[in-house]
Structures are given as C-alpha cells and as structure tokens.
C-alpha cells in the first residue's frame, strides 16, 4: 500500500503537523527535523495527496492558460516559458487552445468547466474586443496578454508593438533602406498586432519624411510561412520596386523570405528583410533572420507572477498594465549598415 502521512511521521520521529509543514516548505522547522523528515519520505516515497491538500486549501495548484493557436511558433514558445516559470513557483500548467478567428470559443473559455480544476487564468484572446470587456469580469484571478483588449478589469502583461515597429522600420531606415515592404497586414483593422505593428512602421516613415505607399502593404489574415510566402508574392507581383520587407511575424518572415529568394532576390543584397517576435527558429533560417524580441520571456514571467501574487492575496492592488521592454537582434538577414 501506499505510504500515508502518518508512516512519514512515525519513520521521523515528529508529529504529523511537522510532516505537513515540510511539506508545505513553512519556515521555523530545524534543519536537522526538515532533513530526518525528507529522508524518510524519500525512503517510503511518500507522495502528497494533492487532492485532500486542494479540499483543506482551496486550491489546486495549477494555473489555467489559454492560447490561440499553439502551431503558431511564437504561442508555443510562450506557454513552454509560461510553464517554466509557472514550475518554479510549484504551479502545474492546464493549457488549452482556443483557435484562430474563433471568438466564441474564446468568450467560453472564461466561464468553462476547466476553470474550476485551476486557481487563476493567463490568457490571450485573439478575437474578443473592447465590447467584450464584461466578459473579463470573472470571479477569479485573471491576468490578460495580447493586444486586443485595453483598459479593462484586470491585470494586462503586453509587449511594445508600436514601439517595437517602430525601431525594426528605422532600424532598415538607418541601414539606408527607403522602400520598406510589409507582409502580414490586416486589411481595415484598427486594434491587434496587425494594427499596432502597422502603426508603428507608419510612424517611422513619418519621422524621416517617407512617404507611405499603399501599394507595398502585402495583407494575410494567418500568420502562417504559406501566409508569408503569398503575401510576399502578391506584392512582388504589383511590379512595384522594394528594397527591405517587414514581416510582422518571424514565421511571416520565413515564408517571405523562401518566396524572395525563389523570385531570384538576394537577402540582404537586393532585399533586407526583419521579422517580429524573436523566435528561436530565427537563428537557425538561412539567412540567420534580424528580428525583434519583444520580451517573450519577461512576459511569461511576469504574467505568472502577478496572477501567483493575486492568487495568495499577497497583491491586492488595482489592476495594472505591464508593458516589456524589446530589443533588436541583428543578423544575417538585415545586417546594419
């Protein structure tokens, strides 16, 4: 049978409150005790009965995580640092995805079944807008990521997407290039990645008196390499003349480049190219792809931490908008010059 509390206990020589508090890491234990105590629940391989625990608590001791699409590069590599994080407090992770372009799912995923099997939820609408910021208000500890909804009741972790767009068109600007390419551009949207990104490649065009050419918007609704690749194709085919692309997705980017090169354009010589997200798939493209990092790792981190904070009431304070700082990272695809 199974080792119980009381067999740890009586191995050690303590009471069954002192298993507990080793347990539960409590201080004022001595380390001689502490040390007696996981001795013997190593020698028994005692296991805690995480679901008695959760019934005296009120908790579980997992975090809920809902993302759009984990075949999207950059929502994958997101939740593995959201997990890590989450581990290191002694949270476990229950991940769901709510597709693409699919706001009912995500609207149910705030009042659905899992949320009961989890403490507090991260999550990331894709679809959901400013008219559905009553749907936030949820009886739990919510912590909002993406861009989609501002200025609503809950704790809001995000990166810089103008600003960060911003940089990666100056950054080609700087480099000497004056004809910049975007793909991945949604057509008529004003709020979102798409949105913000696009604002801030327009900004930078504005600051050193270029003038913005619609002509060189390549639009795609997926942020997938198909997408990528024929959202560059179209805009190759305007027979408009470039000299950098945007892309503002590095998986974007992927598929523009390999549509560049198949349309005989050399990168960087003919056609410097930079992306958006810092994925770790970019250092490995041929070429090596320039990109920002918008702070992936900052986010996850800081996301976990504030909905931790909330859970245990240790942070009571309003609802506050955190924002990452990023970074560009130079490579073989966008060499400065």
């Known amino acids: 049978m199974a080792a119980t509390l009381h067999d740890v206990a009586r191995l050690a020589g303590v009471s069954i409150k002192t298993v507990s508090n080793v347990i539960n890491d409590f201080p004022h234990v001595r380390d001689s005790t502490r040390e007696r105590v996981r001795l013997a629940i190593a020698e028994l391989d005692y296991t805690p009965n995480l679901t008695a625990r959760s019934l005296r ?41 709510t597709g693409a372009r699919d706001r009912d799912h995500e609207i149910s995923v705030l009042s659905n079944a899992r949320r009961k099997m989890t403490d507090g939820l991260i999550f990331s609408p894709l679809e959901m807008g400013p008219e559905d910021v009553a749907h936030l208000e949820v009886g739990y500890p919510l912590v909002l990521l993406g861009e989609r909804i501002f200025d609503g009741p809950t704790d809001h972790v995000t990166m810089r997407n103008t600003e960060g767009a911003r940089a990666a068109t100056e950054y080609l600007i700087r480099s000497g290039r004056r004809r ?104 490995f493209s041929i070429p090596s792809l320039t990109t920002v990092d918008p702070g992936r790792d900052w986010i996850a981190r800081t ?12 942070d009571t304070s309003p609802p506050r908008l955190k924002l990452a700082d990023f970074t560009i990272l130079e490579r073989e695809s966008a060499p400065a010059r």
């Not at 975090?63 to 959201?82: K, R, T």
């Not at 065009?205 to 619609?214: R, Y």
């Not at 992927?254 to 958006?276: H, K, S, T, W, Y």
């Open 303 to 314: 996301a976990v931490e504030t909905l931790a904070a909330r859970i245990s009431g240790a």
């Open 180 to 283: 910049i390419a975007v793909v991945g551009a949604h057509e008529d949207e004003t709020i979102g990645s798409s949105a913000l990104r696009v604002r801030g490649y327009r900004e930078a065009l504005d600051a050193h008196g270029i003038e913005f050419d619609p002509r060189l918007l390549g639009p795609s609704i997926e942020w997938h390499r198909a997408n990528g690749a024929v959202s560059m194709t179209e805009v190759i085919a305007r027979g408009v003349p470039f000299d950098a692309v945007f892309a503002l997705n590095d998986t974007l980017a992927f598929g523009a480049m390999r549509a560049l090169q198949e349309a005989g354009l050399r990168i960087p010589d003919d056609v410097a190219v930079i992306g958006f997200d810092g994925l770790d798939e970019a250092r």
């Open 57 to 97: 608590s009120g908790r579980t001791g997992a975090i809920g995580l809902a993302v759009p699409d984990l075949a999207l590069a950059y929502f994958a590599e997101l939740s593995a640092a959201i997990i890590a994080a989450a581990e290191s407090l002694g949270l476990s992770v229950v991940i769901e995805q």
